[in-house]
């Protein structure tokens, strides 16, 4: 069963600046402690031998030469912005250095 | 009690790649707002990150150049926050396998005076990581604009230790980086076009202490000195909240350029969580023996070594090899006229002094860039040449210089054009001097009296009556014959 208890949903919901009904609130917080209990599981088990893999295909080195390709014109990069102007989009202000 | 700071540096710097770290949108500095985009950037849905491999190999470069070690596997993270400046809300950097390790800056302290080289001293890093540029907001009363051409352009992390101790060094170790990856090509590191951007965690200790104080990070510092400035403030900030009893709190300061004074940016509401995972996306990056031995080849040498060897080799002053070195391009020209005449104390001053005046007269902005300049290495090299010969005096080179500048032509024909040419026809010479002891009894008798310095009234008449073309040591010669 979950352990909802490892689990703050405000501060989880917050992050993914999503809002959340009680009901809400109650059934992911189920959810995602399963999750975590799932990962408990992968914990317990002793990897010290194997080799530690950033990703599941052993590929490495995938890279593209330094040349230009065709960018997007200013309307087309713009078409979804609810607001824009002066060729750029407009967002409500926000102070803060990310 | 006496304190003292403790200073470490975060310096982000953009490379010098035509295109974006996981797409090849281009970048330049300066250009239309949202014209520097494509689906990757804006990051739409279905699109996929490819690396940009002269990205990735300017960065082991970078750290080559200052000794980090450069790990076999480095990988890419997704950094998630929600900001505008990234349409994805998230970042592609590398948090827990950086593609550099370690490593050092070489710096130089003031010295005593300008003639002296100050004391140098290693300020040790702890990474350099690669990741992708934000997009530039700026802020109007109620509203923020979003231009999207920086994001996605490769950028490197420079994260030093807390090892610097001074305001002045954090000026230091910023000049010293800076000129390291100027040379090498890896970026242009111009400040004011935010190629290169700086934050400083500062905190303050009892002197003689080893643990270290609550640090503040200082951000917007925008231009070197400006560095200097907002730390030495904010040194002084922290000394008088202890000497108060006042609790340093662990905050973001913005440096205020402007007034000269740091101030709390508002605290977020809770703590940075970033949630860094591995990205799918991306593969990792496996960084082989023969591909860093091929890219050790390309490295410049060092700002402060090619002082060392000027200073060793071409016994050049102190003072002079400080303006070449630091320049690779003034460095690379001094080089280039040294190829055709091997003369460097007299090269480089008259690279230091006469090109360097010249140019920075000729600029309209600052000086005119040495790429502009129409004097080629190979005439100024010709120019020292002229004067070994002894077909002109220093003088006259002096004259010659601007002359060259202005119109880009070889001394030679200027000399030619203008009838420069020192006159070495000893029997019109002969006559001359002849008719200056004729003329000026009083110097010729007080030079026959034993008093020396007399010849030189004579010489200077001579050199006048030639509008200086004569050669000021054969002069010497037949003043001396005829007054024996």
Redesign the interface.
């Given at each position: 069963m979950s352990d909802a208890s490892n689990i703050d949903i405000d501060y989880v919901a917050n992050l993914a600046r999503l809002q959340l009904t009680p009901e809400e609130k109650q059934r992911f917080a189920g959810q995602l402690g399963d999750i975590l209990e799932h990962f408990e599981k992968l914990k317990s088990i002793d990897v010290s031998n194997e080799e530690p893999m950033a990703h599941p295909f052993p590929v490495f080195n995938v890279l593209g030469a330094d040349e230009a390709s065709p960018t997007l014109s200013p309307e087309q990069a713009l078409v979804n912005a609810p607001k824009q102007r002066d060729q750029q989009l407009v967002v409500p202000k926000v102070v803060d250095d990310a | 009690m006496e304190y003292e700071p403790v200073i470490g540096l975060e310096v982000h710097v953009q490379l010098k790649?035509?295109?974006k770290m996981f797409?090849?949108?281009?970048y330049h500095y300066g250009a239309?707002?949202?014209?520097?985009?494509?689906?990757v950037v804006?990051g739409m849905p279905g699109t996929l990150p490819?690396?940009?491999?002269?990205?990735?190999e300017m960065t082991i470069q970078a750290g080559l150049l200052l000794g980090c070690k450069i790990p076999e596997?480095c990988?890419w993270d997704r950094k998630?926050?929600?900001?505008?400046?990234?349409p994805k809300n998230y970042q592609i950097s590398q948090f827990d396998?950086p593609i550099c390790d370690g490593g050092e800056v070489e710096i130089e302290m003031l010295g005593p005076s300008r003639n002296v080289m100050g004391e140098h001293r290693n300020v040790k890093l702890t990474r350099i990581h690669l990741e992708e540029d934000?997009g530039k907001?700026?802020?109007?009363?109620?509203?923020?604009?979003?231009?999207?051409n920086r994001a996605g352009t490769p950028l490197i992390e420079i994260v030093s230790e807390p090892d610097l101790y001074s305001p002045e060094e954090a000026f230091a170790y910023l000049t010293a980086l800076r000129n390291c990856l100027v040379a090498a090509g890896i970026s242009e590191c111009d400040m004011e076009k935010g190629q290169m951007r700086c934050d400083a965690n500062v905190s303050i200790r009892p002197k003689g202490t080893t643990e270290l104080g609550t640090k503040v990070e200082i951000?917007n510092l925008n231009t070197i000195s400006g560095v200097r400035n907002g730390i030495a403030y904010e040194i002084q900030r922290q000394t008088l909240a202890m000497e108060n009893n006042q609790p340093i709190v662990q905050e973001?300061r913005r440096w205020n350029a402007d007034e000269g004074y740091t101030t709390s940016?508002?605290s977020?509401e809770?703590a940075h969580?970033y949630?860094y995972f591995?990205d799918?996306d991306?593969?990792?990056?496996?960084v082989s023996q023969d591909w860093l031995e091929q890219l050790a080849e390309d490295l410049p040498e060092l700002p402060f070594d090619m002082q060392r060897r000027y200073m060793r080799d071409y016994d050049l002053p102190y003072t002079i090899t400080s303006v070449l070195c630091p320049d690779a391009k003034l460095a690379a020209y001094f080089e280039n006229a040294l190829a055709v005449y091997e003369k460097p104390k007299q090269i480089a001053n008259f690279i230091t002094n006469d090109l360097l005046r010249e140019l920075s007269a000729a600029g309209e902005n600052g000086s005119l860039p040495l790429d502009q300049c129409k004097v080629r290495p190979e005439h100024v090299a010709e120019l020292v040449q002229l004067i070994d010969k002894g077909d002109i005096s220093s003088h006259i080179a002096k004259e010659v210089f601007p002359e060259m500048f202005s119109t880009g032509k070889g001394p030679s024909q200027i000399v030619d054009e203008k009838g420069l040419k020192q006159s070495t026809d000893t029997g019109e010479l002969e006559a001359t001097c002849q008719e200056i002891i004729n003329n000026n009894p009083k110097p010729v008798a007080e030079y026959k009296a034993g008093k020396e310095p007399a010849i030189n009234a004579l010489k200077g008449q001579v050199m006048k009556m030639t509008r200086g073309k004569a050669n000021p040591k054969i002069v010497d010669e037949i003043l001396r014959k005829l007054l024996a």
């Open positions: - | 790649t035509n295109t797409t090849r949108a281009p239309e707002p949202n014209t520097l985009t494509d689906p804006l490819v690396m940009n491999r002269k990205a990735i596997t990988k998630n926050y929600f900001y505008p400046d990234m396998q934000v907001l700026t802020h109007f009363d109620s509203e923020s604009l979003v231009d999207y951000k973001t940016m508002r977020k809770m969580d949630r591995p799918p991306l593969m990792p990056v496996k």
